[in-house]
């Protein structure tokens, strides 16, 4: 079965620090193009980072550089995103997405594999 599985959210308190999994299963995360999104209920989803199938250093959204950072192994067939310095605004679901065709500067483009979502908050 092809799927993406995330595990890792939690409630923290504001300054703390989370990491999100998303494992892969049935497909070679390593050649994909892979994106963490979140989404706050009632708003647009918004893009936090992407590390392209072509390789190459993550990109990161303005609000989270700095704070968070990106990796993914590929033996291991998960990628990870390790958030620091967490804010009350950074509460969302954050979702990982996956596609073999997908570029991180196609932010339009359709993701054949996504995580269930986990949930983030971020409170005192």
């Known amino acids: 079965q092809l799927q993406l599985v995330e595990s890792g959210g939690n409630l923290v308190q504001p300054g703390g620090s989370l990491t999100l999994s998303c494992a892969a299963s049935?497909?070679?995360?390593?050649?994909?193009?892979i994106t963490w999104f979140r989404q706050v209920a009632g708003k647009e989803r918004e893009v936090v980072s992407c590390?392209?199938?072509?390789?190459?250093?993550?990109t990161y959204a303005d609000f989270v550089k700095g704070r968070f950072t990106f990796s993914r192994d590929n033996p291991g067939n998960t990628a990870y995103l390790r958030m620091s310095g967490l804010k009350p605004e950074d509460t969302a679901v954050y979702y990982c997405?996956?596609?073999?065709?997908?570029?991180?500067?196609?932010?339009?483009?359709?993701?054949?594999?996504w995580g269930q979502g986990a949930q983030v908050a971020v409170s005192s």
């Open positions: 997405a996956a596609d073999l065709f997908c570029s991180c500067d196609e932010l339009a483009c359709l993701y054949a594999y």
């Open positions: 049935g497909f070679p995360l390593g050649y994909y193009t």
């Open positions: 590390i392209d199938k072509n390789g190459g250093s993550p």
